[in-house]
C-alpha cells in the first residue's frame, strides 16, 4: 500500500509539471565539435545561433556538459531555420545550416549532426614565447583546473609527487585520492578511464615531465552522456590531461637501482600514443616495500605496509576508438606477485565486566600471494555521435593463488604485560616456571600453512536506446558471473591451561575445503520517462540469482599414531588416504549449497523545482521495493536440512540539490535507508566448535533485518579565494547483527552467540578550507577538520551460567591537519601539523576512559641548487601518548632526502634516495570496539640509501613537410 501510494503521488506531481511544461513549444539543440582531419574533440570554441538572415540570437562556448567527453553546445530553439557559426584560433569559422521542425509533445532535446572545423593553413607567427606567472589553480566553470608547470618538482618525479602538492588535494597511503573531503571515483588519462580504476599504475609511472594540466570534475556517467543530460550519475574525477607533444608517439622510462642491506628496485613504464588509440606497459619490481613514501599526505609510520615486502608486477593497457565514434576497445592484463615476511607483536585487552584479562602475541609469518586479472570490453555505436543506440560487451576473468604460513606464539593473564621482557624465549619453552604458571590462564603455540586458489570469470552485455520522437530512453543489462575456490589449511596448535592442576591440549587438524563452486546472473532493465525539462520519472527492474555450493572436511590427524603432541611431520604433510579419512570431524564438517534469487521494483524522479540566471534547484524522491527469496540445503552431523524464507523490504530516497548556474557554489540534502538480511546460517540449531579456543552457537531464529538511516548535508564555495567545503554525515542502524560472546576466565575460551542490537549510531563532520593567504599566491595554505562520534553496542559476558550483557562503548575523535606551501622562483618550502585526539569511555563501572592523542609536525622543501643538483626533503616527528602499553608512548622523528641530478639534457636522471636517515621508524597500529582494545607492532624495512638511474624517452612521428 506504502509503494502505491508513493508511486501515485510521483505520477500526479508528473502531471501537473507536464503541463506547465508545455506551455512553449521549444527544444534543447545540442551538436559536437571536432577537428576535420583528427576527428578528435575541440574544446572552448565559440559558437554563435544566427538567425536565416544573420542576426544573432543567441551565443555560448561548447563547455556545456563539459563532464562529458563530447564538448556540447546548447541552444534553446523553436521551429524555423537557423544558422550555427562556430569560431576557434587556429580553425576556420564555419557556418553551418539547420532546419527544426517537428518538434514532438515530448520532445526536450535533439542531438544534430556534427561540426568538423579545418584547421587554417597558413599562420603568420611561428612561435610565441609568453612570460607570466604561473597560477597553480582556476576554475573553469564546473571544473577546477591545476595547472602541473606552476609545481616545482624533483627531476624524474612521477604523477604521485605532483598530486601530493595539489592544494586541496589528499593522496591516501593506499592510492585514494580526495579533493576537498570529497572522494575521487576515478583517476583519468585525457578523459578515459584507460588504468581501470587502479591509480596506482598512473601515480607510480607516469612522469611529471608529460603532464600539462589535471582537472578536477564531477563527470557525467555512461547514461548521461548518452542522452546528454543530466542523469545523476555523476561521479567526481581527477583527470590528467597530457601536454601537446606526448598525445601522439612513445613515451616512456627505465628506472633501476640498488641499495643496502640487499635492497634494489627496477621500474618500467612506456606508452605509445595517437589521437585514437593508446597502448602502455608497465613492470615494477623492488624489496623496499615502496607501496608509499613518507609525502604522502597522510602517511604515517602506523601506514607503512606490513613486515618486509617483496612486489613483482607487470601489466598492459590498451584502449582503441573510431575515429567517426562508432566504436571503442578497452583491455588489460595485470599479473602481480607479493613475498612478505611479516613479524607481528600484538598486545589486547579483553573488556570484562569482572576485570580485564591481557592477551600478548607474537606472530612470524611469510605470504606469497599471486594475482592474475585481465578485463575487456566493445562498445558499438553504429552511427557515431548521431546514433540512437549503443551496446556494451564486457569479459573479464581472475585467479588467485595464496600461501601463508605461519608460527604464533600467545598467552592470557589477568595482569597486565608491561615491563614482561623477553616474551618469545620464555613462553616458548616447554615447561613454564612456577610464577609464570601462576599469573597465565593459558599458552599457546601454534603453527599453520594455508594455501587456497581462486578463478572467477564473467561476460555482460548491455543497451542503451534513445527513444524515437520523445527524449525517453531504455537501458537493458544482462551479466552473468562464474567463480570457485580451492582450499587447503593445516594447524599445530598445543594450548596449556594453567588454572586447578592444568591440562594440555595439542590439535593436528587437516581442513578440506575443495571444491567451492558458484554462479550469479543479474540483469536489469531501466525506462526514463521525461514529461518536460522540468520532470521525468525513472522506472527500474532488478534480478539476481545466484547458487554457491562449498564442502568443507575437517580432519583431526592427532587421533592417529605418530601424529600426536611429539609429531615429527612438518606442517602440511598427511598420511595416506586411508590413514587420515577415518578421522574425520562429522560434527565439524559440513556441505552447503546457497542459492538466491532477487527482484526489485523501483521508481525515482527528478524535479528542477527552480531554474534561474543565479540558481537551480533539483528534487529526488525514489522508492525501491526488494524480494528476496532464499534457500539454504545445509548437512551437518545430524542437521540435513533445506531451509528456505522470502523477504519484502523498502528502500526510500530523497535529495534536495542547490546549486548557482556557474556551478561555483553549492550543497545537497540526502536522506537514505538501506536493508539487509542476516545470514541464513544464523538459524540453524548447531554448535561449531572446531577452534579450541572458540565456541559458536548457531541457531537463532528471531534475528530480525537490520535497517540503516543515513543523512547528509554538504557544501562547498569555489568562487571565492578561499575554497570551503563542510560536510555533516549522521548513520543510525536498526537490529544489527551481533556477534556476542561469553568469556571462560579459568581457560580463556570465548563462546559466541549472534544477537540483535540497537544502539549503534554515528556522527561525522568534517570542513576543508584552502587557498592563497597572500596577493602574489606564494603561501597556499589547506586545512582538514574533522569530528567523528560513533555509539557502539555489543553483547558481551564473563559468567558461564548467564547470557551476555549489552556493553555499550562510546568514542570520540578529533582531528586537525594543516599544510602551509610557500614557493619562490624555483624553489618551495612548507609545513605541515596534524593532531588526532581520541577518547572512550564505557558503561562498565570498571571501565578505565582512554584519552589517546597522535600528532605530527614538520618542514618539507624542494631546493635548486648549485651544479644543476636539486634536493627534495622532509622531516617530521611523529609523536603518541596515552595509550596502555608505555613503549607506545614514544617520538619518532623522520627524516627522508632525495637528491637528483639530469643529464644528456634531461633524459638521464641520476637520483639518491636516503629513507628514515636517522633510523627512527616504527609501525605500530592501535584499535578499539565494544570488546577491547588491541595495539600491533610490525618489523619495518631498514633505513636505507637507494641510488639509482632514471633514463627517459620519447619518440615523435615526423612532421611531414
Known sequence: MRMRRSILLILMIACVCSSFGQKERGINIYATIKDYILRTTIENAKVTLLSPDSVVLDSCRNNYGYSTLRKLYSFKVKEGNYIVKTEKEGYETTYTPIEISKIRRRETSRVLSTIYMKRQKVHSIDEVVVTATKVKFYNKGDTLVY??????????????????????????SDGRIYVNGRFVESLLLNGKDFFKGDNTIMLENLPTYAVNTVKVYDKAGRLSEFLDRDMNDKQLVMDVNLKKQYNIGWMGNIDAGGANHDLYMARLFAMRSTD?????LFGNMNNINDFTTPNTNDWTPDKMPYGRLTTKKVGVNVNVDDREGRYEYTGNANFIHYDNHEVQNTFRTNFLADGDTYDRQVQDARFCNMFFNTSHGLRLKPKGDMSRVEYDINLGASYSRMRHDLSIISATSDETWNGFEDFMKILSTPVLDDNLRARLINRQIKNSYYDSKQWSANLGSSMMLRMPHNSDYLYLNLKGSMFGSDMRDFTHQRIDYFSGTGSTDFINRYNDVTPSRGYRIKFTGSYGFVFSENLRINFDYNMSAGRDKSINKLYHLETLDGWGLDTEHPIGALPSVTEYLPTLDGKNSYNSVESDNSHSVGVNANIELLRDDKLAMQLIPGLTLDILNEKLDYRRARIDTAFSRTTLMLRPLLELHLRTKDFQQGGALKYSMDCSTPNMLYSLNFVDDSDPMTTVNYGNRNLKNRRTHTISLDYNDRKHTIKISPIVTFNISENDVAMGYVYDRSTGRRTYSYYNVDGNWNISARFNMNGPLDKKKRLYFNSATSWNYYNSVDMIGDDLASAPVKSTVKSSVLSETLNLDYTLGKHSIGFRGSVSWLNTEGDRDNFVPINAYDFNYGVYGYLQLPFGFKLDTDLTMYSRRGYED???????????????????????TLRADAFDILHQLKKVESSINTQGRVERYYNTPPRYVLIHAIYRFNVFPKKKM
Not at 601530493?164 to 589528499?170: A, C, I, R, S, W
Open 276 to 280: 585514437h588509440s593508446r597502448v602502455s
Open 886 to 908: 608505555t613503549s607506545m608512548n614514544d617520538d619518532n622523528f623522520v627524516w627522508n632526502a632525495r637528491l637528483t641530478r639530469s643529464l644528456l639534457k634531461g633524459k638521464l
Open 147 to 172: 595547472n602541473a608547470d606552476a609545481f616545482q618538482l624533483a627531476e624524474g618525479s612521477m604523477l604521485d609527487a605532483l598530486v601530493k602538492q595539489l592544494p586541496g588535494v589528499e593522496l591516501k
